[in-house]
């Protein structure tokens, strides 16, 4: 096997796949180096399967709006076998065929910089090898969980979207520490699945405080339908689990204390770049790598460097580090071979614009581009206009009850829009028309000439121009 590539990319998650491809595709040839599955945190132990894990809550949800319908308990382990099939068994021969098929070679191993485009392979069985590369080496290491400094909390062995996402059963009773993505996806799906006693303790005054407000009351409101109890302004202050697997007693700071079967830690994440060598080439390990536009590594001499996904800390998502990816294994074979490196579709814009994000809980939260927060900080002259989604004539078929809202920021000095919020069943689907008219910056009376069908929920397009003024 050989021990140079044109292209090194350590991590061998979605974002390192796409950087591998997108590079072999270039006509240049890749190496991946990956110590645990390949596919990554996203295909096993997080988006993959904790989407599986909420399909039938919120197909369940759906169900019980529509007169004439019944539906029975959730049978949690159909459901996690079914999330196992997701994951296929935890079981990367399918990613290793198509990596196969890239083709690209796969180097099973810890990567680490050793200086200059050489990265040192620890193999599982302790031997080492180290590589060099011809043009440059990509990091995708991803994130990992953090867990934060609350006496007896790491002792207690808490559950983290990876324990979380893999869970063999569902606990009787459940507490969460956090309130955003992570920790609102799985309360729902644990609770859903038959949780007896969920209960939220979140540090602020909100879920999802990165999102529009109406979008935390309406899913507060849900969960609270559901019985849910979260507990906002609180957090543990000391943590106890005398017996491995056993009971675990939450501290508070008021009141008795939580007692729960099974407590989960959802309050972020920290780039895993901790162990890759980065003091080899003047960086510092455990922080996230700052990159151009092209995702290169700024800082290190030479411009041979790249980093991806989480590892720089752009947008800590799952498509938008596959949209990095690309960026970046197109720039590195435009590099490679002389070509121009500055096209627009070599540089990334989407993460400066505000990324498309959803929140798979029952509603659904999605958002792409600007709060109206953000905006007015950013100093834009805006104006927002509200709408009930309720309202339109295709949620009402949706069944009884359907509740949602949206909103549109619109910057009034060029008449587009900067970011819009929807909040409701099934509006993930309403996202990608958002992503356009926000990432292209389509003009207010141009959208007005994009007609939604009737009687559809994207009717909410007419509505929120209508209460614009146009």
Same mark, same amino acid.
């Given at each position: 096997?050989?021990?140079?590539?044109? %292209?090194?990319?350590?991590?061998?998650?979605?974002?390192?796949?796409? %950087?591998?491809?997108?590079?072999?595709?270039?006509?240049?040839?890749?190496? %991946?180096?990956?110590? &645990?599955? *390949?596919?990554?945190?996203?295909?096993?132990?997080?988006? $993959?399967?904790?989407?599986?894990?909420?399909?039938?809550?919120?197909?369940?949800?759906?169900?019980?709006?529509?007169?004439?319908?019944?539906?029975?308990?959730?049978?949690?382990?159909?459901?996690?076998?079914?999330?196992?099939?997701?994951?296929?068994?935890?079981?990367?021969?399918? /990613?290793?065929?198509?990596?196969?098929?890239?083709?690209?070679?796969?180097?099973?191993?810890?990567? &680490?910089?050793?200086?200059?485009?050489?990265?040192?392979?620890?193999?599982? !069985?302790?031997?080492?090898?180290?590589?060099?590369?011809?043009?440059?080496?990509?990091?995708?290491?991803?994130?990992?969980?953090?867990?934060?400094?609350?006496?007896?909390?790491?002792?207690?062995?808490?559950?983290?979207?990876?324990?979380?996402?893999?869970?063999?059963?569902?606990?009787?009773?459940?507490?969460?520490?956090?309130?955003? %993505?992570?920790?609102?996806?799985?309360?729902?799906?644990?609770?859903?699945?038959?949780?007896? /006693?969920?209960?939220?303790?979140?540090?602020?005054?909100?879920?999802?405080?990165?999102?529009?407000?109406?979008?935390?009351?309406? *899913?507060?409101?849900?969960?609270? !339908?559901?019985?849910?109890?979260?507990?906002?302004?609180?957090?543990?202050?000391?943590?106890?689990?005398?017996?491995?697997?056993?009971?675990?007693?939450? &501290?508070?700071?008021?009141?008795?204390?939580?007692?729960?079967?099974? *407590?989960?830690?959802?309050?972020?994440?920290?780039?895993?770049?901790? /162990?890759?060598? *980065?003091?080899?080439?003047?960086?510092?390990?455990?922080?996230?790598?700052?990159? !151009?536009?092209?995702?290169?590594?700024?800082?290190?001499?030479?411009?041979?460097?790249?980093?991806?996904?989480?590892?720089?800390?752009?947008?800590?998502?799952?498509?938008?580090?596959?949209?990095?990816?690309?960026?970046?294994?197109?720039?590195?074979?435009?590099?490679?071979?002389?070509?121009?490196?500055? =096209?627009?579709?070599?540089?990334?814009?989407?993460?400066?614009?505000?990324?498309?994000?959803?929140?798979?809980?029952?509603? /659904?939260?999605?958002?792409?581009?600007?709060?109206?927060?953000?905006?007015?900080?950013?100093?834009?002259? $805006?104006?927002?206009?509200?709408?009930?989604?309720?309202?339109?004539?295709?949620?009402? =078929?949706?069944?009884?009850?359907?509740?949602?809202?949206?909103?549109?920021?619109?910057?009034? !000095?060029?008449?587009?829009?900067?970011?819009?919020?929807?909040?409701?069943?099934?509006?993930?689907?309403?996202?990608?028309?958002?992503?356009?008219?926000?990432?292209?910056?389509?003009?207010?009376?141009?959208?007005?000439?994009?007609?939604?069908?009737?009687?559809?929920?994207?009717? $909410?397009?007419?509505?929120?121009?209508?209460?614009?003024?146009?």
């Amino acid at each position: 096997m050989s021990d140079e590539f044109d %292209v090194i990319v350590i991590g061998g998650g979605p974002a390192g796949e796409n %950087v591998a491809a997108r590079a072999v595709r270039g006509g240049l040839t890749a190496a %991946v180096v990956e110590n &645990r599955l *390949l596919g990554g945190e996203c295909s096993y132990w997080a988006c $993959i399967p904790s989407k599986a894990l909420l399909r039938p809550v919120e197909l369940a949800a759906e169900v019980r709006r529509v007169p004439g319908l019944t539906i029975g308990p959730i049978e949690a382990g159909k459901v996690l076998a079914r999330r196992d099939e997701a994951v296929a068994h935890y079981d990367d021969s399918g /990613q290793l065929r198509w990596l196969d098929g890239v083709p690209a070679t796969l180097l099973r191993g810890a990567g &680490r910089l050793d200086g200059p485009r050489r990265v040192r392979v620890t193999a599982p !069985d302790g031997s080492e090898r180290t590589v060099t590369a011809r043009h440059a080496v990509v990091l995708a290491t991803g994130s990992t969980p953090a867990v934060p400094p609350v006496p007896g909390l790491r002792e207690a062995n808490p559950w983290t979207s990876h324990e979380v996402t893999a869970a063999t059963s569902v606990p009787e009773r459940l507490a969460v520490i956090g309130g955003g %993505v992570v920790a609102c996806e799985m309360a729902q799906a644990m609770h859903g699945l038959g949780a007896r /006693q969920t209960t939220m303790l979140v540090r602020g005054d909100r879920l999802l405080p990165r999102m529009e407000p109406f979008a935390s009351e309406l *899913l507060a409101a849900s969960f609270a !339908d559901a019985g849910i109890d979260v507990r906002f302004g609180t957090g543990a202050v000391a943590v106890e689990r005398p017996e491995p697997g056993g009971k675990v007693t939450i &501290r508070l700071p008021d009141g008795p204390p939580l007692e729960a079967d099974e *407590l989960l830690v959802a309050t972020g994440r920290k780039p895993a770049t901790t /162990q890759v060598g *980065l003091d080899t080439v003047g960086l510092e390990p455990g922080r996230y790598v700052e990159v !151009d536009d092209s995702m290169r590594a700024t800082g290190v001499d030479g411009g041979w460097l790249y980093a991806v996904g989480d590892a720089n800390g752009r947008t800590l998502l799952t498509h938008m580090g596959k949209y990095q990816a690309r960026v970046c294994g197109d720039v590195i074979a435009a590099r490679a071979k002389g070509e121009p490196d500055d =096209l627009p579709a070599l540089r990334d814009t989407a993460d400066g614009r505000g990324a498309p994000q959803v929140v798979f809980t029952d509603p /659904q939260i999605c958002a792409v581009g600007l709060t109206e927060a953000a905006a007015r900080e950013a100093g834009f002259r $805006i104006r927002t206009v509200e709408y009930d989604l309720g309202s339109v004539s295709g949620a009402y =078929l949706l069944g009884d009850g359907y509740r949602g809202r949206a909103k549109a920021v619109v910057d009034e !000095d060029r008449r587009v829009l900067l970011g819009v919020t929807f909040a409701g069943p099934g509006v993930a689907e309403l996202l990608h028309a958002a992503t356009i008219a926000v990432t292209g910056e389509v003009p207010l009376e141009r959208l007005w000439h994009a007609v939604p069908s009737f009687p559809t929920v994207s009717e $909410i397009w007419l509505r929120l121009l209508e209460t614009y003024g146009l």
